[in-house]
């Protein structure tokens, strides 16, 4: 059976006969149905019968019933309720607006509200830049989807997206302490949705673009850069460039390789491969497989898509051709961010001596971790029950920190690169392994170090 999940985490209410081994049967019963226990208490005992809750965390819905069916096959014993830990977690939405001002007489409402706030409205009246100093848009990013793209579920529209880019905000606040707020647009056109990010910019101090599906997202991007005063971010890209990027230079340091020399093939050639392959060949990396459904990119084919054709005409410098499994064999990284099993620990063993395997599908990796680690040198993936997460978290938070510190109007790639090396800089020498190639979600210094170095950028830049 798969691996249990504190996002299937419930608590299952359940009346039981009044005997002395009546809690043992019960937790046996929830064993036998591969659910792991985490709690178990007695929240009343009546003349012939026990209530008593169970928490325990399950692989999915569906072994969730399973395991309801395991105790009640137990002789007397009834399931009341389950309740389920993630939904509650979610329930009313998981963001808030509070007051940082109070507002508790009529002098607090005479300047926070009328009259005196149009003192404050005349000055950014005749300078708008003032906004940054006397509103929200200091401090402000709005996360901008359309639905279409959201995690592994596709377009599922801008009602159900509204949970993600809510979580979003939530990681914003957490670890950059910046005010975050879903805009989930119900359109899937360019021109509008451009159109409507435009509109609303005013308020912001950056936009987020999240789950908007390629071809789409790279048009949209382009356009606001282009047109707006403020930062556009596709994290699905570009954060993804960034992590992986991080990731790789210190598991380079590891394998005692330098990017220029190595060969890197990369599964999947959408906004985050191709993201990921501009940024690294930024970095100096030199020889750069791009493989999508139809096998390894190269000059020697012309795509349709212009973003694919870019990588089809300067990657793949030795003009390779076949299919993933292929191109694999020499390489000696691969980095996946396509489908799950695709690969198996036998074209992992193909590849080049002390591999770099970075298997980030999400939540089934291109290849089993575990098969994946008895060839290669050092196995990453995008989940956080494996050593080595490759998350976007690591990024966002401070990236957007520093912009907004530094009242950013752009975004470029080097800014991008001084992040992925400040986030790889975490990691010191005495800590670096090969189970230790990128700094923990919940690491305070991360957001602190990507901060200061787009910061940094942004002051070297304009010196």
């Given at each position: 059976m798969a691996l249990t999940s504190p996002s299937y985490t419930v608590t299952m209410r359940v009346q039981l006969p009044s005997h002395p081994r009546a809690t043992q049967h019960l937790v046996e019963a929830v064993s036998d149905g591969g659910a792991t226990i985490t709690g178990i208490d007695i929240v009343e005992s009546l003349e012939d019968s026990l209530i008593a809750e169970v928490t325990c965390d399950c692989v999915n819905s569906a072994h969730v019933r399973q395991v309801n069916d395991q105790i009640e096959m137990l002789v007397g014993v009834k399931v009341l309720s389950i309740s389920d830990a993630t939904l509650e977690a979610h329930d009313r939405g998981k963001i808030e607006v509070s007051l940082k001002s109070q507002l508790r007489t009529r002098q607090d409402l005479a300047r926070i509200y009328t009259p005196g706030v149009?003192?404050?409205?005349?000055?950014i009246a005749r300078e708008k830049e003032l906004a940054r100093k006397y509103t929200i848009k200091?401090?402000?990013?709005?996360?901008?989807?359309?639905?279409?793209?959201?995690?592994?579920?596709?377009?599922?529209?801008?009602?159900?997206?509204?949970?993600?880019?809510?979580g979003k905000a939530a990681l914003f606040k957490r670890f950059g302490n910046v005010d975050a707020w879903p805009v989930c647009l119900d359109t899937k056109d360019t021109d509008e949705i451009v159109s409507i990010v435009k509109a609303i910019a005013p308020v912001y101090?950056?936009?987020?673009?999240?789950?908007?599906?390629?071809?789409?997202?790279?048009e949209i991007e382009e356009r606001l850069r282009e047109e707006l005063d403020i930062p556009v971010f596709h994290d699905d890209q570009h954060g993804t460039a960034i992590v992986v990027l991080a990731a790789l230079i210190n598991a380079l340091k590891i394998v005692d390789k330098k990017i220029e020399d190595v060969r890197i093939v990369v599964s999947g050639v959408g906004?985050?491969?191709?993201?990921?392959?501009?940024?690294?060949?930024?970095?100096?990396?030199?020889?750069?497989?791009?493989?999508?459904?139809?096998?390894?990119?190269?000059s020697f084919r012309e795509e349709a898509n212009s973003h694919r054709n870019w990588l089809a005409q300067n990657t793949n410098p030795r003009g390779?051709?076949?299919?993933?499994?292929?191109?694999?064999?020499?390489?000696?990284?691969?980095?996946?961010?396509?489908?799950?099993?695709?690969?198996?620990?036998?074209?992992?063993?193909?590849?080049?001596?002390?591999?770099v395997v970075f298997a980030l599908a999400n939540?089934?990796?291109?290849?089993?971790?575990?098969?994946?680690?008895?060839?290669?040198?050092?196995?990453?993936?995008?989940?956080?029950?494996?050593?080595?997460?490759?998350?976007?978290?690591?990024?966002?938070?401070?990236?957007?920190?520093?912009?907004?510190?530094?009242?950013?109007?752009?975004?470029?790639?080097e800014m991008l690169r001084a992040a992925a090396v400040a986030i790889a800089g975490v990691v010191s020498d005495e800590q670096r392994n090969s189970n230790f190639i990128i700094p923990g979600v919940f690491d305070e210094r991360v957001a602190t170090a990507v901060s200061r170095a787009v910061v940094r950028y942004f002051a070297d830049d304009e010196a």
């Amino acid at each position: 059976m798969a691996l249990t999940s504190p996002s299937y985490t419930v608590t299952m209410r359940v009346q039981l006969p009044s005997h002395p081994r009546a809690t043992q049967h019960l937790v046996e019963a929830v064993s036998d149905g591969g659910a792991t226990i985490t709690g178990i208490d007695i929240v009343e005992s009546l003349e012939d019968s026990l209530i008593a809750e169970v928490t325990c965390d399950c692989v999915n819905s569906a072994h969730v019933r399973q395991v309801n069916d395991q105790i009640e096959m137990l002789v007397g014993v009834k399931v009341l309720s389950i309740s389920d830990a993630t939904l509650e977690a979610h329930d009313r939405g998981k963001i808030e607006v509070s007051l940082k001002s109070q507002l508790r007489t009529r002098q607090d409402l005479a300047r926070i509200y009328t009259p005196g706030v149009a003192r404050v409205c005349i000055k950014i009246a005749r300078e708008k830049e003032l906004a940054r100093k006397y509103t929200i848009k200091s401090n402000t990013v709005a996360v901008v989807t359309d639905g279409t793209a959201v995690l592994g579920l596709g377009d599922i529209g801008p009602e159900a997206a509204l949970p993600v880019m809510e979580g979003k905000a939530a990681l914003f606040k957490r670890f950059g302490n910046v005010d975050a707020w879903p805009v989930c647009l119900d359109t899937k056109d360019t021109d509008e949705i451009v159109s409507i990010v435009k509109a609303i910019a005013p308020v912001y101090g950056g936009i987020n673009l999240e789950d908007i599906s390629a071809p789409r997202c790279f048009e949209i991007e382009e356009r606001l850069r282009e047109e707006l005063d403020i930062p556009v971010f596709h994290d699905d890209q570009h954060g993804t460039a960034i992590v992986v990027l991080a990731a790789l230079i210190n598991a380079l340091k590891i394998v005692d390789k330098k990017i220029e020399d190595v060969r890197i093939v990369v599964s999947g050639v959408g906004a985050a491969g191709s993201a990921i392959i501009r940024l690294l060949m930024l970095h100096g990396a030199h020889d750069v497989i791009g493989c999508g459904r139809q096998g390894a990119l190269g000059s020697f084919r012309e795509e349709a898509n212009s973003h694919r054709n870019w990588l089809a005409q300067n990657t793949n410098p030795r003009g390779v051709e076949g299919s993933l499994k292929d191109v694999l064999a020499g390489a000696d990284v691969f980095i996946g961010v396509s489908s799950g099993n695709i690969l198996t620990g036998d074209d992992i063993a193909t590849m080049n001596d002390d591999a770099v395997v970075f298997a980030l599908a999400n939540p089934t990796p291109e290849v089993d971790p575990a098969a994946a680690a008895q060839h290669a040198a050092i196995v990453a993936t995008g989940r956080s029950d494996f050593p080595n997460q490759i998350n976007n978290v690591l990024v966002f938070p401070g990236l957007f920190r520093g912009m907004l510190d530094a009242h950013a109007s752009k975004i470029d790639d080097e800014m991008l690169r001084a992040a992925a090396v400040a986030i790889a800089g975490v990691v010191s020498d005495e800590q670096r392994n090969s189970n230790f190639i990128i700094p923990g979600v919940f690491d305070e210094r991360v957001a602190t170090a990507v901060s200061r170095a787009v910061v940094r950028y942004f002051a070297d830049d304009e010196a």
